[in-house]
């Protein structure tokens, strides 16, 4: 089957498009979904993108055959002080993910997750932690490319890979 998507890099200028991801993400059960300013001015979601691109934020962004974007992994280092839904300690990036929901199971996700891992490891970075709600179909992706629960929360999940 001849590729439908690519992968590349983040840049600065993809701040406006990571905030797409994070309402995505946010909204992944569709239906009843949550206006994007609720979820962009929400300290919850806006600590993922505020101030995009600081110094240790990396990210990939997979784009259609017409150059749209349609899904992005990113990470950041986030401070004990003020830390993500999957934070688990200092030095160790949060990812997130978004995938616009047309494009979900088409591999999109996992190409993101691949790309942003070895990025990781290549980094340096021991380990990265993500958060999942529970009943999120993601789950079973990030399991499938070695991340494991390593902390229940209420109705969500912190998951580990160990990158070395």
Request: overall charge positive.
């Amino acid at each position: 089957m001849p590729a439908t998507f690519t992968v590349r890099p983040a840049t600065a200028a993809d701040g406006a498009f990571l905030a797409d991801m994070v309402v995505e993400a946010a909204n992944w059960r569709g239906g009843g979904a949550r206006p994007r300013h609720e979820i962009i001015a929400s300290d919850d979601h806006s600590r993922y993108i505020s101030g995009w691109m600081r110094p240790g934020d990396a990210g990939y962004i997979a784009v259609d055959l017409h150059g749209e974007p349609i899904g992005a992994a990113w990470y950041r280092m986030l401070p004990r002080s003020d830390p993500g839904y999957g934070y688990v300690g200092t030095g160790v990036p949060e990812l997130i993910i978004g995938v616009r929901s047309i494009w979900r199971a088409h591999g999109v996700g996992r190409m993101l997750l691949q790309r942003l891992c070895e990025h990781a490891a290549a980094a340096g970075y021991g380990r990265v932690s993500l958060s999942v709600e529970r009943g999120n179909f993601a789950s079973t992706l990030y399991r499938s490319e070695g991340f494991a629960v390593t902390q229940r929360g209420i109705g969500r999940d912190t998951m580990v890979k160990r990158l070395r």
